[in-house]
């Protein structure tokens, strides 16, 4: 099995703490709680993932219930590896990960994920409103423009 990063742990205890706030600014909802205890013994024994085999029960099932909530494969169907590229221009992974995502289990597609959001190399991560803001043309008003001069012909 594989390891899940303590990256996602606190994405999963936020999302439990908005989703079941404290009513008395102390106690924590059960989710928040089993996904704490994870949460401090990395932080203790100075880790970085957990594995997700070892888990305990309930904080593997809060974890899971709040992976159903990410989105899935990071594919923006703009595929290269169907072309021959060893890895995909759109999505970053790899074309074993492509063709095998289905069988991946959530901690192993969650460590794809952090993977290629690291590198973010792929154009999943490009950074059109950067190159935007540096465009000229009329199709393109300058970044520093108010609305107002924005909207002027």
Request: proline share 7%; with cysteine; net charge negative.
């Amino acid at each position: 099995m594989a390891a899940i990063h303590i990256t996602d742990i606190e994405a999963a205890i936020n999302w439990w703490r908005e989703r079941s706030p404290s009513p008395d600014g102390i106690t924590a909802c059960a989710e928040v709680r089993a996904l704490a205890e994870v949460y401090a013994l990395l932080v203790y024994h100075h880790e970085s993932a957990a594995d997700e085999s070892s888990m305990p029960g309930a904080a593997h099932e809060a974890w899971l219930r709040w992976y159903a909530h990410t989105p899935d494969a990071p594919c923006i169907a703009i595929c290269s590896t169907a072309q021959g590229d060893p890895v995909c221009k759109g999505c970053g992974r790899t074309e074993d990960e492509v063709q095998n995502w289905p069988l991946l289990s959530p901690a192993e597609k969650r460590a794809v994920w952090r993977r290629i959001t690291l590198q973010a190399t792929a154009w999943r991560f490009n950074r059109y409103a950067e190159r935007a803001r540096v465009a000229t043309g009329v199709d393109h008003p300058q970044a520093t423009a108010t609305p107002h001069e924005r909207a002027q012909p």
